[in-house]
């Protein structure tokens, strides 16, 4: 199949350009600045791809790349929590959206795999997340722009495009050519060596398990579908355990309660605006306490992908993160002392 990615200078687009093309398809990488594609793609192995120069935003270059393409992954957004960026991430997350799914549709692609959000589902109505669960109408910019995008892939669900959306976890995995908000406020954690006992928890998803997925999807004539795919629920606790055991440091934790965690997002949200960056938001630290437990079984059954452990996962994306620079030989601890051998 010829498959435009849209997205593929990002943490899920690549990875999925990078499984699409070992399946054997043929690539339409669609992206903004070319010259973003080395970096983010060839660490994966992705050679001698198409690409079409364009912005989803943009109604007519969307239209040019989907030009001769069979199926299309649009994997592009922007994620952040910075809320002076705000016109930026409704212009991407919903207009592109509509863009890119809405043209899909009238071409005739099939499938069309949409990447959504956990976060267009949260607050949770329940005790866990499922296949079946509804949209919210979240306040928080990167939530509420995830929410409106998906909303535009349901209703043309509902007139029968081949749609088949993905509500992805938090993305890891090394190769990570963007190092996200929710991975820098991680990273914080580990520098410090302190971590907060709080209540929910990081629903942590392997990014080429998601990768994994999206290309077992993509055959024609399955018709409208989901899948929740948001991967292990770790706690903070769980979180600080696993670096623990990767890194050999000690790691301290204290209990710290859910309510003063969003205050102190709020303080961060205030200190962005005044230009003053911070590793924690309001809208993450929601997303982090109210963390439910999500169902799998549809993503892992249907498509037959198996979840790496949670350790593997973390493993694999601290050593990257230590051979490119980002965490260094003291933090990284006993990951430092293997690569040095």
Avoid at 14 to 43: K, Y
Avoid at 315 to 337: I, K, Q, V, Y
């Amino acid at each position: 199949m010829r498959i435009l990615v849209t997205g593929a200078t990002g943490l899920a687009g690549s990875h999925a350009a990078a499984a699409l093309q070992r399946a054997g398809h043929e690539l339409v990488l669609f992206v903004r600045d070319p010259r973003r594609l080395p970096r983010a793609l060839e660490p994966l192995g992705v050679r001698g791809a198409a690409h079409a120069q364009g912005d989803v935003a943009d109604r007519a270059s969307v239209a040019r790349a989907l030009a001769d393409c069979d199926a299309v992954v649009h994997a592009a957004a922007i994620f952040t929590l910075d809320l002076r960026r705000a016109a930026e991430v409704e212009r991407t997350n919903v207009e592109g959206a509509r863009h890119v799914l809405e043209l899909a549709a009238e071409r005739g692609l099939d499938p069309v795999i949409h990447l959504s959000s956990l976060s267009a589902l949260l607050p949770a109505q329940g005790a866990a997340l499922r296949d079946d669960a509804p949209l919210q109408a979240p306040r928080d910019m990167y939530a509420r722009s995830k929410a409106a995008g998906e909303a535009i892939a349901r209703g043309l669900q509902q007139r029968g495009a081949p749609i088949a959306i993905f509500h992805p976890g938090s993305l890891w995995g090394p190769c990570d050519p963007t190092l996200g908000d929710g991975v820098r406020t991680v990273l914080g954690f580990i520098r410090r060596g302190l971590w907060p006992r709080t209540p929910g928890g990081l629903p942590f998803l392997d990014v080429r398990d998601l990768a994994a997925g999206i290309g077992a999807a993509l055959a024609p004539g399955r018709g409208p579908r989901r899948y929740l795919a948001g991967g292990h629920l770790l706690s903070i606790g769980d979180l600080a355990e696993l670096c623990r055991r990767i890194t050999g440091r000690r790691m301290w934790s204290a209990p710290v309660p859910g309510a003063w965690m969003r205050a102190a997002g709020r303080a961060g949200d205030l200190l962005r605006h005044l230009g003053i960056p911070t590793g924690i938001t309001y809208e993450s630290m929601c997303t982090l306490t109210r963390a439910v437990p999500c169902e799998n079984a549809r993503f892992e059954k249907e498509l037959g992908v198996a979840l790496r452990p949670p350790e593997e996962t973390l493993r694999d994306a601290l050593r990257w993160l230590h051979e490119t620079g980002e965490l260094s030989a003291a933090h990284a601890g006993r990951l430092a002392a293997e690569a040095a051998r």
